[in-house]
């Protein structure tokens, strides 16, 4: 099983993901957020809660699957991120864009 964060994702920072994570797998950089994969449980708690639909699992979409790779690079370098934030400004308006209310 494989869980992973995609593009979606990107200037986003709602973080409600990370507040259900119960393994605190998620790690973050300036632009989005990335579980790391050697820590990831595949629980599935987090996906319901992307108000983007950013969170894969699974089988994963050929269009998507290009996370995989990037999510297990780029997550073990990067800080965990297990407290809700700001959201960053224009989140809202990208989430819109995204096609989401
Ligand atoms: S809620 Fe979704 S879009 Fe927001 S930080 Fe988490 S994975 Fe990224
Ligand atoms: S699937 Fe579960 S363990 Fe993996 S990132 Fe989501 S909440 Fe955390």
Not at 75 to 83: D, W
């Amino acid at each position: 099983m494989t869980t992973v964060v995609t593009d979606n994702c990107q200037r986003c920072r709602y973080t409600d993901c990370v507040t259900v994570c119960p393994v605190a797998c998620f790690h973050g950089d300036d632009e989005m957020l990335y579980i790391d994969p050697a820590v990831c449980i595949d629980c599935g708690a987090c996906i319901p809660t992307c108000p983007v639909e950013a969170i894969y699992e699974d089988p994963i979409p050929e269009e998507k699957r290009r996370w995989i790779a990037i999510n297990a690079e780029r997550a073990p370098r990067l800080p965990v991120i297990s407290k809700k934030q700001e959201p960053y400004p224009g989140a809202e308006e990208r989430k819109k864009q995204l096609g989401f209310e």
